[in-house]
């Protein structure tokens, strides 16, 4: 029951602040933008002028899978950045400004506290990324062609993982550091490193959750992948995020907060 209270107040929060109506808002525009651009290229280059008389612009419009794997890499860039700076003050904002004591010497556990605020963080991140998913598949089959609802669903629940990974850095890190700024930068530079890896070294680092983006693109554009692979991201991201909460709740419970 505590929990539920602790999971209330913080959608209350979101609501206040308008984040539940922005963030969602934005996913949207962002997967809207993906298959209209793709659509619409031509006409904009043509638009934009300082084209040789007589020019033809003739740019082959990609298939539809493609579509939904390039809108994934645009909530991997300003989706993810978008979120994190959201969340970035999650628990060093109210340990600033003495919120946070005022909560945790009444009868709320510091478990509570920290799963509560990762509960709020994910019905955010999961439903914005829904929205916006959702439209970026109603405007390709609208425009461009079908894509297979299995498709969809897979790389949207692979990729939702990898935002779980990085929604736990960013709580575990604004645990840790009482800039919030600090918080983002040090979030997005892990899940870019990680990436990164995962990318340069697919055999060495194909199995940790940097490489969940990519399988996810693959699932949505039906590209084959590495399935032992997959399965040991899968493994080590669950991993990862249980380890990113425990460890917040014992830096918490280590310097309870309440300073």
Same mark, same amino acid.
């Given at each position: 029951?505590?929990?539920?209270?602790?999971?209330?107040?913080?959608?209350?929060?979101?609501?206040?602040?308008?984040?539940?109506?922005?963030?969602?808002?934005? @996913?949207? /525009?962002?997967g809207?933008?993906?298959?209209?651009?793709?659509?619409y290229? %031509?006409?904009?280059? =043509?638009?934009?002028?300082?084209?040789?008389?007589?020019?033809?612009?003739?740019?082959p419009? %990609?298939? +539809?899978?493609?579509?939904?794997?390039?809108?994934?890499?645009?909530? *991997?860039?300003?989706?993810? /950045?978008?979120?994190?700076?959201?969340?970035?003050?999650?628990?060093?904002? =109210?340990?600033?400004?003495?919120?946070?004591?005022?909560?945790?010497?009444?009868?709320?556990?510091?478990?509570?506290?920290?799963?509560?605020?990762?509960?709020?963080?994910?019905?955010?991140?999961?439903?914005?990324?829904?929205?916006?998913?959702a439209?970026?598949?109603?405007?390709?089959?609208?425009?461009?062609?079908?894509?297979?609802?299995?498709?969809?669903?897979?790389?949207?629940?692979?990729?939702?993982?990898?935002?779980?990974?990085?929604?736990? @850095?960013?709580?575990?890190?604004?645990?840790?550091?009482?800039?919030?700024?600090?918080?983002?930068?040090?979030?997005?530079?892990?899940?870019?490193?990680?990436?990164?890896?995962?990318? /340069?070294?697919?055999?060495? +680092? *194909?199995?940790?959750?940097?490489?969940?983006?990519?399988f996810?693109?693959?699932?949505?554009?039906?590209?084959?992948? *590495?399935?032992?692979?997959? *399965?040991?991201?899968?493994?080590?991201?669950?991993?990862?995020?249980? #380890?990113?909460?425990? #460890?917040?709740?014992?830096?918490?419970?280590?310097?309870? +907060?309440?300073?």
């Amino acid at each position: 029951m505590r929990l539920l209270v602790m999971i209330q107040k913080e959608l209350l929060e979101l609501v206040r602040s308008l984040k539940l109506i922005w963030v969602p808002l934005v @996913f949207l /525009l962002l997967g809207i933008m993906q298959p209209v651009s793709n659509y619409y290229m %031509p006409v904009i280059l =043509e638009q934009a002028g300082n084209l040789p008389e007589g020019a033809v612009i003739d740019i082959p419009l %990609p298939s +539809a899978p493609s579509v939904m794997a390039g809108t994934l890499s645009q909530f *991997g860039t300003m989706g993810l /950045l978008v979120l994190v700076l959201v969340f970035m003050g999650t628990v060093s904002t =109210e340990r600033n400004s003495g919120a946070a004591s005022l909560i945790l010497v009444k009868p709320v556990t510091i478990t509570s506290f920290i799963l509560s605020k990762w509960l709020a963080m994910l019905i955010l991140a999961w439903g914005s990324l829904a929205l916006g998913y959702a439209g970026a598949w109603y405007y390709t089959e609208l425009l461009i062609g079908s894509v297979p609802p299995m498709q969809i669903i897979t790389s949207f629940l692979v990729y939702g993982l990898w935002i779980t990974v990085v929604m736990s @850095f960013t709580l575990l890190f604004s645990t840790l550091l009482r800039s919030p700024a600090g918080a983002a930068f040090s979030s997005l530079g892990l899940a870019a490193l990680i990436t990164l890896l995962a990318s /340069l070294l697919p055999k060495q +680092a *194909g199995w940790s959750p940097g490489a969940l983006g990519g399988f996810a693109s693959k699932l949505a554009a039906n590209i084959e992948y *590495g399935t032992a692979d997959f *399965g040991w991201s899968l493994v080590s991201s669950i991993i990862v995020i249980a #380890a990113a909460l425990i #460890a917040a709740i014992g830096v918490l419970r280590a310097s309870p +907060a309440i300073d």
